[in-house]
């Protein structure tokens, strides 16, 4: 199994320019996320998602978007890209129920330069 | 409210052991965990305690919970090169929808 897959991994953006990243889960996860981790800063919650057609806001949701069309994939969008969204964004995704311990299952990470 | 604090770095001889400490404020936790992160990786999880235990042992692994004062730690015992890492504390409340991760704790083990 592939687990959590992130696309790009890799990217340099002008300010004002637009992306999108992809995470894509093979595990069949209700929950997934969007984390970015910036130096002295930890992980912080941008966006998830509970469920297929579902987004909810984070800690840090402002000048990103995010769509869950499917239940596999969650994308997470810049409109407008700012040098203060440098960072390596992290996808994670978990599983819900009784009797799970609501592990999170990160991706490798998408790491953004905008200049 | 939540928040989750941790001391930024812990340097350690190999074959010492090591203790990484975390706070947390809030006393709803279900779950807590602590998870690894190697350079240029994601973050995986290395273990976790339910809120009802005081101690869980895993092999060098040994997480210890104070819920009276809202403290938790890990202590990897005989630490390697190979411990070298980002180490995570995180914690859930509920329904397990998000978790609340420190700023991390980079162990650095030397020879």
């Known amino acids: 199994n592939a687990g959590v897959t992130q696309t790009p991994k890799f990217r340099v953006l002008k300010t004002g320019q637009s992306m999108t990243l992809l995470c894509a889960q093979d595990m069949n996860h209700e929950y997934m996320y969007w984390y970015r981790q910036d130096p002295g800063m930890g992980l912080r919650l941008i966006h998830y998602s509970v469920g297929e057609g579902t987004t909810a806001k984070g800690e840090v949701p402002d000048g990103y978007n995010v769509s869950r069309l499917k239940k596999q994939n969650f994308l997470l969008g810049l409109e407008s890209a700012a040098p203060s969204q440098t960072s390596v964004y992290f996808c994670?995704?978990?599983?819900?129920?009784?009797?799970?311990?609501?592990?999170?299952?990160f991706g490798e990470g998408s790491r953004l330069t905008v200049l | 409210g939540e928040d989750v604090e941790q001391s930024l770095f812990l340097s350690v001889r190999e074959g010492d052991s090591s203790v990484i400490n975390c706070t947390y404020t809030?006393?709803?936790?279900?779950?807590l965990y602590w998870y690894k992160q190697e350079p240029g990786a994601g973050l995986q999880l290395l273990t976790y305690?339910?809120?009802?235990?005081d101690m869980k042992q895993d092999q060098r692994l040994t997480v210890l919970l104070n819920k009276k004062d809202k403290h938790l730690s890990l202590r990897i015992a005989d630490t390697q090169t190979g411990d070298s890492a980002i180490y995570f504390c995180a914690e859930s409340i509920g329904g397990y929808s998000t978790l609340t991760f420190g700023k991390g704790t980079m162990l650095l083990v030397s020879p």
């Open positions: 305690i339910f809120s009802n235990m």
């Open positions: 809030d006393s709803s936790s279900t779950y």
């Open positions: 994670a995704s978990s599983e819900t129920g009784r009797g799970n311990t609501g592990e999170l299952f």
